[in-house]
């Protein structure tokens, strides 16, 4: 004899969203200039006042954009007196975009690196060459994070150095490096975690029960008048009103 085979229908178990990850692509534009200047400020926040203690303070005091600082702090008058010193400020000059059809967002530009010391004795036959150390130790900063700033991968070339002609107790140099930039966006990836919200009193499991894996059921708080924050000032009728609670 045959006999019809029927499948059994069981219930449809609850959807589980616990660790389901949705990834989603976001676009980030980085701006070329504030890359390499960040890259250079990191760079040059590892000189420390000690070469040999890797713990000990960093030597510039002020590490900033060049907004003007530079040209009123060499003045007669010090227009600056809150910047702390020894003090170094960045400036790109020269900033030219290439032309080419094939290679927009690409251009040249010139990292000003001016640094200012602040001895007193810097003409001391132990004093007078501490520019020049400073500068070489500016310089291996900076040519060592190439390796590990991408801002700084395209080219970051030493082209000048600079000493001043006249000092007002305060030594100005600068540095110039042939940078190129390159305008770029990427895309970053973000993972989120699924996860079903109910809002009592207006949404509760009770709308979507797939989604209740472990069995809440409905909350009976918070009210109405506890979620809206409103206290009418007459009661009308068939105002919800807080759940009679059973008798223990």
Known sequence: MIKDKQQAITATPPVSTENRKVTTPEE???????????????????????????????????????????????????????????????????????????????????????????????????KECEPFEVFQRINVAIQNAKGKEPALNERCNLTYFDMPQTTNMLQAYWIDYEVWFREISAWKYKDWIERYLVMPPFTNHSDAPLHDTENHGNHPRPIYKEATGLVPSVEEPGTPEEPEQPDE
């Open 28 to 126: 980030v534009v980085k701006n070329p200039f504030a890359e390499m200047y960040y890259a250079v400020k990191r760079a040059l926040l590892t000189i420390r006042e000690n070469p040999e203690v890797p713990t000990s303070p960093p030597f510039f005091k002020t590490i900033a954009i060049d907004n003007g600082q530079y040209l009123r702090i060499i003045r007669d008058t010090n227009m600056e007196m809150e910047v702390a010193f020894p003090a170094i400020f960045i400036h790109f000059v020269n900033v030219r975009y290439l032309v080419q059809q094939q290679r927009i967002g690409e251009g040249r530009a010139t990292m000003r690196v001016r640094f200012i010391l602040n001895n007193l004795n810097n003409s001391d036959p132990d």
